[in-house]
Structure formats: C-alpha cells, structure tokens
C-alpha cells in the first residue's frame, strides 16, 4: 500500500545557517507579497473600469492565477524586483508563488461554492514579523546522510540534526521510501524539516480484527470505551496556565513593537516573547504525543471504530467549554484514527452528527426527549438501567457498526436529520441515494438532536 507519509525533524542551526534559511524564507515572502499586489492591482482596475462602463472585451487582461503563471511572470520581472535573487534557491520563491497560488484558489472556489466549509477570506500580505518562517524545496540534493544525525538541502547545505534520522534512513535505504519534498520551518522557537515522502506499507490487520469499540470523546474523560476503559483527560494547557500567565505577564513589561510609531521590540522583549512561545509550543507538543498514543493504540488493536461526527467549530462557541475543548483536540482524535485505520486494516465508522448517543438507553433502546447536562448518570425508566453516561454513549456508538453493516455503506444514521429527538418509538428512515422517497428502502435508525449532546460531551 502506498500512502504519502511526513518525517519530521528537529534541527541544530548554526547561526550562519539560520541566517541563510531566514533569507530563503524571506525570499518566500517577497515573492508572494510582490505576486499579491499584481494580481489586486489587475483586480482593482478591472472592478473600475467596469464602474466606467467598459465592455468585458475591454477590460485590462486577466493575469493567471495558476502557479505557472506566476512564476512566468515572476522570472520575467525579478531581475528588477529582487536583484540578489541569485543569493538564494528558486525553490523559496516558488514556495511563496505557491502559497499564493493555492491561496487565490481556495478564495475562488469559496465565493462559487465549489469549496465546503468556512468562508476563506482572500489572501493577505505576509509580514516579516508576524508569519511564520517557512521554506520548501521540490528538487535539487535532498538526502539523509549515511550517519543519520545529518541532512543535506539544496543551497542550505548540511544541517545537523536534533535527533536520529533512522526511521527514515531504513526506509530510503531499503527502497521502501522516496523523498518528495523537504519543508524547513521555525515552529515554537525551534527550526524543524520535514520530509514528505512516498512509502510502501505492509499491509497489516489489527490485533483483534473482530473487534468493535465505541469512542465516546469528552472533557472529564478525554475518550471513554465501550470496554469500559477510560481515558484520563491530561489538561495540559490547563497544567500550564499558571507559568503562561507568569510569563505573559514579564513580557508585558518590556518594551515591544509598535506599528504606529514605527518602534522596534527591545532584545528583552524577544527573549521574552522567546520564552512565551516556547511555552506554548511545549504545550502543543504533549498534546500531540498523548493523541498519538492514543489513536494509535485504538488502530491496532480493534478492528472496527465508532466515533461521533461532532461539531466542534460550534462548539468553541461555549465560552465557558471552549478553552478545554480546544485543549481535548477533538478534531485531531478523528483526523488521527481515519489514516491510522486505513494504514493498519481497520476501518472507521462516523456516526451522525444528529444520532442521540447520549440519550438513548444502551440496555432497551429507549430515547429520551431531554437530558440535561448536569445528568452525569443515565436513568432508564423503562428498563431501570443506572450507568454512566459517557459509557451509555460509547456502547451506543459501539452498537451502531451492526447497523452500518446492515445498510452497506454510507453515514451509520439518516441523512436530512430534522434535529429533532424522537422518543421511543418514533424512528426515521435511512434514504438512499437515487430513492424517491425514504419509505421505499433505507435503514430504520434513530434520530436525535445534538445541541444538549454535544456540550454533554464536552463537559
């Protein structure tokens, strides 16, 4: 099986040799920031001239969005543009170009609705200060060095490596890996690269192949079980508030940059905003680690995983749970276990964002209409099941892959959900696609609404 796989690395800079990845970024960053205003300036005029009454066969000419087109553009003007452009790889002006490229490009498809999601706003400028230094390289010498604790780059030369390289090296060394692309950025006060490469898996089966665990994702338990395992929530950016606010506030006090007056960040302040990053980045970075373990673990042992289709994006506007679901990552959870199931030959299962996990009775499948927040237990008043909620839920999720089974394919739960719960009884038909009407074929599931459920889960 072939996928596409990132190596990340934490690198060893001397200062000459962050002083030149500086200069490519920074050479990124002029030649987007030059491409941006062509493309605004032919927008501008085109958008006047049609204030004027200018026919469309009138109008200033169109330049290419494309990244092809602006880099034809770009080699044609830099000799004017940037003079000591021989100082540096062409690869970081195509990074910018091509940042900008695929910029334009999701702007476009949002405004004609052929991109789903959030509005994507269009493309602003980069500032030296305040974007993040980054750089790719496509082609050229790209390689991991026979000692595997350094690695070569076109222009940059070698670098020396934080850590060992072995896990990629066997690979390339091997032949069960190919080196696409090498990206170089500074993240949390330190310069990592990172290989994007094309690996051949072995196919694997899981550990118990029949197994089927329900994942229930919450705040007091970062994920609960169907099996009964709970997962504690580590809560670590709520283990280091009190140091983040200790060093927020030193930094505070020094003298920082103003954009008015044109003022510059005294060194203190740097070392300060230094230390203030390094925080954070720890803090991202334990989190990253503990999700990893996790989905990991979950993709090798059972076969088949029910997760909820949650709405986190509305669920961050909670002010009161939004800095603890931020915190949980319960989106990485689910972008985590979708590769890592295919990589290890399981599948997921998502059940509806509408399917009342929480409110219906694992025992006699009765529904309730409400469930308040508070309720940490579920009460059943047809069957007298007493159980804790979150563990209700997963067991719910867990039951679903049977239904999923019996439909074949598709969402475990109707389409066109009304966000209604329904209460015992009263149940909606799965519609499938090209049926006129959902009495016709389907899966009888049960429906329910997600506002209470969902901060349920959160709390």
């Known amino acids: 099986m072939r996928t596409i796989q990132a190596y990340r690395f934490a690198l060893d800079l001397s200062p000459a040799q962050e002083r030149a990845v500086l200069a490519h970024a920074g050479a990124a960053r002029v030649a987007h920031n030059w491409a941006l205003v062509r493309v605004?300036?032919?927008?501008?005029?085109?958008?006047?001239?049609?204030?004027?009454g200018t026919p469309d066969e009138l109008l200033t000419p169109a330049v290419s969005w494309s990244l092809p087109g602006l880099r034809r553009a770009w080699n044609a003007a830099k000799g004017d543009v940037a003079p000591w452009w021989r100082e540096c790889s062409k690869e970081a002006f195509n990074t910018g170009l091509d940042a900008l490229a695929r910029a334009l490009k999701n702007w476009a498809d949002s405004r004609s609705g052929k991109r789903a999601g959030r509005p994507v706003g269009f493309p602003r400028f980069k500032s030296r200060r305040r974007s993040m230094p980054s750089v790719r390289f496509t082609t050229g010498a790209i390689r991991v060095e026979p000692d595997r604790m350094h690695v070569v780059l076109p222009r940059l030369g070698r670098l020396k490596l934080h850590e060992c390289a072995r896990k990629l090296a066997r690979r390339l060394d091997n032949g069960t890996a190919r080196i696409m692309s090498a990206t170089v950025r500074r993240d949390g006060g330190r310069w990592h690269v990172a290989f994007t490469c094309e690996v051949e898996r072995v196919e694997r089966n899981p550990a118990r192949p029949e197994s089927v665990v329900g994942?229930?994702?919450?705040?007091?338990?970062?994920?609960?079980?169907?099996?009964g395992?709970?997962?504690?929530?580590?809560?670590?950016?709520?283990?280091?508030?009190?140091?983040?606010?200790?060093?927020?506030?030193?930094?505070?006090?020094?003298?920082?940059?103003?954009?008015?007056?044109?003022?510059?960040?005294?060194?203190?302040?740097?070392?300060?905003?230094?230390?203030?990053?390094?925080?954070?980045?720890?803090?991202?970075?334990?989190?990253?680690?503990?999700?990893?373990?996790?989905?990991?673990?979950?993709?090798?042992?059972?076969?088949?995983?029910?997760?909820?289709?949650?709405?986190?994006?509305?669920?961050?506007?909670?002010?009161?749970?939004?800095?603890?679901?931020?915190?949980?990552?319960?989106?990485?959870?689910?972008?985590?276990?979708?590769?890592?199931?295919?990589?290890?030959?399981?599948?997921?299962?998502?059940?509806?964002?509408?399917?009342?996990?929480?409110?219906?009775?694992?025992?006699?499948?009765?529904?309730?209409?409400?469930?308040?927040?508070?309720?940490?237990?579920?009460?059943c008043e047809a069957c007298g099941l007493i159980m804790d909620r979150d563990r209700n839920a997963a067991l719910n999720l867990a039951a679903l892959a049977a239904e999923f089974d019996t439909a074949g394919s598709g969402p475990v739960a109707a389409r066109g959900a009304d966000?209604?719960?329904?209460?015992?009884?009263?149940?909606?038909?799965?519609?499938?696609?090209?049926?006129?009407?959902?009495?016709?074929?389907?899966?009888?599931?049960?429906?329910?609404?997600t506002t209470n459920r969902v901060l349920a889960r959160a709390h």
């Not at 605004?40 to 004027?52: F, G, I, P, S």
Request: with cysteine; net charge positive; aromatic share 4%.
């Open 215 to 227: 994942v229930d994702i919450g705040i007091k338990h970062l994920a609960v079980l169907s099996t």
């Open 419 to 449: 966000q209604k719960t329904r209460v015992r009884g009263q149940v909606a038909v799965k519609r499938e696609p090209g049926t006129a009407s959902a009495g016709k074929t389907g899966t009888v599931l049960p429906q329910g609404r």
């Open 40 to 52: 605004k300036a032919v927008m501008d005029q085109r958008v006047a001239e049609r204030t004027y």
């Open 229 to 379: 395992e709970l997962v504690d929530n580590p809560r670590h950016l709520a283990a280091a508030r009190a140091r983040l606010r200790t060093l927020g506030r030193a930094l505070s006090r020094k003298t920082g940059p103003d954009r008015r007056t044109g003022r510059r960040p005294s060194k203190r302040w740097e070392r300060a905003a230094a230390r203030v990053g390094s925080a954070h980045a720890r803090v991202a970075n334990l989190r990253r680690d503990g999700l990893h373990k996790l989905t990991t673990r979950l993709a090798r042992e059972h076969g088949t995983i029910v997760v909820e289709d949650l709405n986190v994006s509305g669920m961050l506007r909670n002010r009161r749970l939004a800095r603890h679901i931020a915190d949980a990552g319960f989106a990485e959870i689910r972008r985590q276990l979708t590769y890592k199931t295919e990589w290890n030959g399981g599948r997921l299962l998502i059940a509806d964002r509408w399917y009342p996990s929480s409110k219906t009775c694992s025992g006699c499948g009765t529904v309730k209409a409400k469930l308040a927040l508070s309720e940490r237990e579920y009460h």
